[in-house]
């Protein structure tokens, strides 16, 4: 065990020699790997940041039932007797047209003008919030108030924001197949770069085979150096996305004092974190095993005569 953990460092320290050796080539690799993982990451954050103020906005989905303007009392109570019969309403709110005057009143700014109206142009409305929340259940149970007598409106107040959490689930589906298609260019990358090494290593790789190295011995330090090189890249796709993150919120800083709202964007979490530096090591480290196992069956040391 002491023997195996001891080549193991050995490979690591070996490993951070040949970044030494070649600094700018793996710099430059390392460059590439980190702009191709912070293109997707940074999209993905986006997205979520989107998903979380759409979900702070609305949180209930409610269906607001409008009546027409000359109905009366018992029209509005036997509308009332349907909501409460309705076993997928769970519950609901009346808000009368002279309350609802009066909250337009005071939240328009302008009482004045809402005084000089000949008449009171609103209807007495319901709020209905429905136990099934999925966006089947609500349009069917909108459809069906539409047909009650004396409804002359339904609105599905937050059907906007289904709307716009199809478009973000869409959108998280694009960034999963660039994500992909990204890792896959990631891997040819870093078995382009580890074929080189093997061809400049290509003597003293023959040399180990002839005196009994194992397949694993030799291909160990190269899955090092592939595996730190994408957590590299990793890090700094890392720095990248969350110093655009912090730059975004300086700006929105700014409009949040203007606003007197709060506007920030969140940074990926811990575990997000933890997956752009992991993801692209084990990528890294698939495509040097691919590279290397190719060319060691390539690369077969000469027979003794």
Known sequence: MRAWLG????????????????????????????????????????????????RGIVTEPQISVFLALDASRAEVAQIET??????????????????????????????????????????????????????????????????????????????????????????????ALLAALLACALIAIMFNNIRLQVLTRRDEIEVAKLIGATDAFIRRPFLYYGALQGCAGGALAWLVVS???????????????????????????AADSLWLLGLPAALGWLGAWMSVHRHLQLLEPPRPK
Do not use: M
């Not at 949040?256 to 964007?265: G, I, N, P, V």
């Open 82 to 175: 349907h909501l409460k019969q309705d076993h997928r309403v769970q519950h609901y709110r009346f808000v009368p047209r002279d309350q609802a005057l009066r909250e337009l009143k005071q939240a328009s700014g302008i009482p004045d003008l809402v005084d000089s109206l000949p008449q009171n142009p609103l209807p007495d409305a319901f709020v209905v919030s429905a136990q099934d929340s999925s966006p089947q259940s609500l349009e069917a149970l909108r459809d069906e108030i539409k047909q009650w007598p004396r409804v002359a409106l339904v609105q599905l107040d937050a059907a906007w924001a289904r709307r716009l959490d199809a478009v973000l689930r869409f959108g998280q589906l694009a960034v």
């Open 7 to 54: 080549h193991h460092a050995r490979s690591i320290v070996s490993t951070l020699a040949n970044f030494g050796r070649a600094p700018l080539g793996a710099a430059l690799s390392v460059l590439v790997a980190g702009i191709a993982l912070a293109l997707p990451a940074g999209l993905y954050l986006t997205i979520d940041n989107l998903q979380s103020a759409a």
């Open 243 to 269: 110093a655009c993150v912090w730059l975004a919120n300086r700006q929105l800083g700014e409009l949040s004092h203007l606003y007197a709202a709060l506007f920030q964007l969140r940074y990926l979490s």
